[in-house]
C-alpha cells in the first residue's frame, strides 16, 4: 500500500519569497510522482510529474521538485512566488502495477501568499 | 476540445433524497476516476470505470453507493438516501487510456454535494 504525507497543512508567505512545500510518500514499489494545484472552488490541475530519469522537474510556472528516492521525499518549490500562487497544493504517487494507476493524494498544503 | 465537464457544480439534497451527479469525459477518453474530498482532506479514490464496465471499486462505501459509465452518455455517481457525512466534493478524472498515471489525469471542476 502506499500513503503520502504533506507536512505543512498551511503555509503562509510574503510577495517575492522562496516556498517549499513539502511531500514523503511511503510505498512497497516504484511510483510516479505529481504535484497538483487546487485554486478555490476549482478542479484539480496537474503542475507537474516525475515518470523516470531527471529527478528535478520543472513546471512552466516556476515551480520544480525534486525526486529523492532514498528520503523517499518529492518537495515542491518556488523561488519567488506571486499573490497568484495562493491555492491549495496536493502531492499524489500511482504505483507502478500491470494494470491502470490510481492517485493517492496526500491531505494538501494551503498556500496563502500575503502582499 | 473542452475539458472533464461535471454537472451539477453544486447540489443541495436533504438526508434520505438520492443524489446524481455526472461527468461527461474529454473527448477521446475512455477511462473515468471518482474520487471524493472531504472538508480538510486530501482527494481518495472512489472507483474507475471503462465503458459500461467497473474494473475497481474498492474506494466505494458498500451501501448507497454506485457508478456507471453506459456506452452511450456521461458517467453518473449516485447516491442513496444521503446522509450528512456525504457532504463533500466528487471529482471525476478521465483519461485516454488505463495507464492514466503515464499521463496525469485530467480533473472536472467538481460537484459539491451539501446534505441539510
Known amino acids: 500500500a502506499q500513503s503520502v504525507t504533506q507536512l505543512d497543512s498551511q503555509v503562509p508567505v510574503f510577495e517575492e519569497a522562496p516556498v517549499e512545500l513539502r511531500c514523503n510518500y511511503s510505498?512497497?514499489?516504484?511510483?510516479?510522482l505529481f504535484w497538483y494545484v487546487q485554486y478555490p472552488n476549482q478542479g484539480l490541475q496537474l503542475l507537474l510529474k516525475?515518470?523516470?530519469?531527471?529527478?528535478l522537474v520543472e513546471s512552466i510556472n516556476g515551480f520544480e521538485a525534486e525526486f529523492n528516492k532514498s528520503q523517499t521525499s518529492f518537495h515542491l518549490r518556488k523561488p519567488s512566488v506571486h499573490i497568484s500562487d495562493t491555492a491549495e497544493y496536493f502531492c499524489?504517487?500511482?504505483?507502478?502495477?500491470?494494470?491502470?494507476?490510481?492517485?493517492?493524494f496526500g491531505a494538501g498544503t494551503r498556500l496563502a501568499v500575503h502582499p | 476540445n473542452a475539458g472533464v465537464m461535471q454537472n451539477p457544480r453544486h447540489l443541495v439534497r436533504r438526508r434520505g433524497q438520492e443524489a446524481r451527479l455526472r461527468c461527461s469525459p474529454m473527448?477521446?477518453?475512455?477511462?473515468v476516476y471518482w474520487y471524493r474530498q472531504l472538508p480538510e482532506e486530501g482527494l481518495k479514490f472512489m472507483v474507475y470505470?471503462?465503458?459500461?464496465?467497473?474494473?475497481?471499486e474498492s474506494g466505494m462505501p458498500k451501501e448507497r453507493f454506485s457508478a456507471e459509465f453506459p456506452k452511450e452518455g456521461p458517467s453518473i455517481l449516485r447516491i442513496q438516501q444521503v446522509v450528512r457525512g456525504d457532504s463533500a466534493a466528487y471529482f471525476c478524472?478521465?483519461?485516454?487510456?488505463?495507464?492514466?498515471?503515464?499521463?496525469?489525469?485530467?480533473f472536472g471542476s467538481g460537484t459539491r454535494l451539501t446534505v441539510v
Open positions: 510505498s512497497s514499489v516504484s511510483v510516479y
Open positions: 470505470l471503462q465503458k459500461e464496465n467497473i474494473i475497481d
Open positions: 473527448k477521446g477518453h475512455s477511462h
Open positions: 499524489a504517487v500511482s504505483p507502478f502495477s500491470g494494470g491502470y494507476n490510481k492517485l493517492i
Open positions: 516525475y515518470l523516470s530519469g531527471s529527478t
Open positions: 478524472a478521465s483519461s485516454p487510456a488505463s495507464r492514466g498515471g503515464n499521463y496525469g489525469y485530467t
